[in-house]
Nanobody, 124 residues
Framework: QVQVVESGGGLVQAGGSLRLSCTAS????????MGWFRQAPGQEREFVSA????????YYADSVKGRFTISRDNAKNTAYLQMNNLKPEDTAVYLC?????????????????WGQGTQVTVSS
């Protein structure tokens, strides 16, 4: 079993920045994908970003392109989501996802493992 733990959420003013971290532990698999989703109250879960083990293939939702950057440190089994120029509409619970089926060109990712989520709140 794989455990996925996020951290780094919080309250920030519009225009500010946050960096989320996600660490996978337990029985991890080689070359696994890591990514982020978010879910705001009353809304569907949105696929935000994901990256392959090598970082060669990466996806960003249109809503975050140019503002968010995903990266990973494979030695630490950790992925990061650097979020800049945050907007009130970025307010959501951000969930880390690990492994599963990912297609950057098709814009989809079906994770195998999920974290519990970390709250990001952006005030106007």
């Amino acid at each position: 079993q794989v455990q996925v733990v996020e951290s780094g959420g919080g309250l920030v003013q519009a225009g500010g920045s946050l960096r989320l971290s996600c660490t996978a532990s337990g029985r991890t698999f080689p070359n696994y994908v890591m990514g982020w989703f978010r879910q705001a109250p009353g809304q569907e879960r949105e696929f935000v970003s994901a990256t392959t083990w090598s970082g060669e293939s990466t996806y960003y939702a249109d809503s975050v392109k140019g503002r968010f950057t995903i990266s990973r440190d494979n030695a630490k089994n950790t992925a990061y989501l650097q979020m800049n120029n945050l907007k009130p509409e970025d307010t959501a619970v951000y969930l880390c996802a690990v492994d599963g089926e990912f297609n950057s060109g098709g814009g989809y990712y079906y994770p195998t493992f999920w974290g519990q989520g970390t709250q990001v709140t952006v005030s106007s």
